[in-house]
């Protein structure tokens, strides 16, 4: 069974940062994709920033320039910077691995808040 353990989600003011981190209890290596989605009261999940094996980044248009993924095999984590953070920022963000495309596994979702 694999598992996934985020931690780093918090309160913030708008404009401040917050780093989220996530370990994976399998190796990562040969993952098709990690990556980070979040989900706010009301709304569906969306994505927020993917990275592949190969090390290409996908970000939602919403975080480009603000949020930066990266991942780092030999700890199996992937972790997201998230900079200049605004109220709509606000969501339960979820780490996802897919070790085969189209198999998703999710970590139990940290909080991130932040304030106006």
């Known amino acids: 069974q694999v598992r996934l353990v985020e931690s780093g989600g918090g309160f913030v003011q708008a404009g401040g940062s917050l780093s989220l981190s996530c370990t994976v209890s399998?190796?990562?290596?040969?993952?098709?994709?990690m990556g980070w989605y979040r989900q706010a009261p009301g709304s569906e999940r969306e994505l927020v920033a993917t990275?592949?094996?190969?090390?290409?980044?996908d970000y939602a248009d919403s975080v480009k320039g603000r949020f930066a993924i990266s991942r780092d095999n030999a700890k199996s984590t992937v972790s997201l910077q998230m900079n200049s953070l605004k109220p709509e920022d606000t969501a339960v963000y979820y780490c996802?691995?897919?070790?085969?495309?189209?198999?998703?596994?999710w970590g139990q979702g940290t909080q991130v808040t932040v304030s106006s």
């Open positions: 990275v592949t094996s190969g090390g290409t980044t």
């Open positions: 399998r190796n990562t290596f040969s993952t098709y994709a």
């Open positions: 996802n691995v897919q070790f085969v495309r189209g198999i998703n596994y």
